[in-house]
């Protein structure tokens, strides 16, 4: 089964700015939809932004709206996750997604393949 594999989390003061990348193991992802979802400790798995797998369309959760920015090169095989104003209550880890199939962008069983996730920690 195909892995994805996401990078760029670590620790960050409130305001402070991070980059996620993502990007498959072993073959291409071009032709797929990808997204980005988080868990924080205790909570359930949420849809934090996808992106079509030509980029003409981009979706995001209203909590990250203005302030994260989804995209990705199908030349460098790699998807990103731009995050900017990180609040503490952006802390999780990150997960990455991508699917082939055609998808409802925000639902956690539109994805077929997943990474291992990334943490994130915004201090206040």
């Known amino acids: 089964q195909a892995l994805l594999l996401e990078s760029g989390g670590g620790l960050v003061q409130a305001g402070g700015s991070l980059r996620l990348s993502c990007a498959p193991s072993?073959?291409?992802?071009?032709?797929?939809?990808m997204g980005w979802f988080r868990q924080a400790p205790g909570k359930q798995r949420d849809f934090v932004a996808a992106?079509?797998?030509?980029?003409?369309?981009?979706y995001y959760a209203d909590s990250v709206k203005g302030r994260f920015t989804i995209s990705r090169d199908n030349a460098k095989n790699t998807g990103y996750l731009q995050m900017n104003s990180l609040k503490p209550e952006d802390t999780a880890v990150y997960y990455c997604?991508?699917?082939?199939?055609?998808?409802?962008?925000?639902?956690?069983?539109?994805?077929?393949?997943w990474g291992q996730g990334t943490q994130v920690t915004v201090s206040s």
């Open positions: 072993g073959h291409s992802f071009s032709c797929y939809a």
């Open positions: 992106v079509t797998w030509n980029s003409g369309n981009t």
């Open positions: 997604a991508a699917t082939s199939r055609p998808w409802s962008p925000n639902r956690i069983l539109a994805y077929d393949y």
